[in-house]
């Protein structure tokens, strides 16, 4: 079973109800708006990052159309300079590649060495998109329904400001 299956079973599991937009591969959020996918900014911007000395690592997320502050998001983590993690890490981590990106991907940390940031604007949309861990598509569900597929895999969700 690949990694996109291994998602959309446990979405089925949860009995979670989702939409499966099916798309050419699209590798950042331009590629995605030229797609008309993200006209209510739903599609979520997914940030996997690393803090200086590589000991922690966050994923973040926020609405498809917001700035990626790194600093700013740094002093609401409270960690130490912030940069994106290596294709290395990301493989390692959340058994993706560049470009493939998503809270979805949190079902691969087994080890729960992933910390999970969810940004406080997220709450106000009807629906997020994300990457099944393949850029060829994007799943939509509610807020709850992400919630509860967080909880699934053990992860605490923290919310920030950015």
Do not use: W
Not at 19 to 44: R, Y
Not at 119 to 129: A, N, S, W
């Amino acid at each position: 079973m690949n990694n996109r299956d291994n998602i959309l079973q446990r979405l089925d599991e949860l009995s979670v109800s989702y939409e499966l937009k099916e798309h050419p591969a699209a590798f950042t959020m331009e590629e995605l708006d030229e797609l008309h996918l993200n006209d209510n900014n739903e599609i979520c911007k997914n940030l996997f990052l690393r803090d200086y000395k590589g000991k922690r690592h966050a994923l973040v997320i926020l609405r498809g159309d917001k700035h990626a502050d790194l600093p700013l998001i740094r002093d609401e983590i409270g960690s130490t300079r912030l940069s994106f993690a290596s294709d290395e890490r990301l493989s390692k981590y959340l058994d993706v590649k560049k470009g493939s990106v998503s809270l979805l991907g949190i079902i691969n940390d087994t080890a729960d060495a992933v910390e999970v940031y969810l940004d406080e604007d997220l709450k106000t949309l009807p629906c997020l998109g994300f990457h099944p861990n393949d850029n060829t598509a994007t799943v939509l569900l509610s807020f709850d329904d992400v919630i509860k597929y967080v909880e699934s895999t053990a992860h605490d969700i923290r919310f920030i400001k950015v």
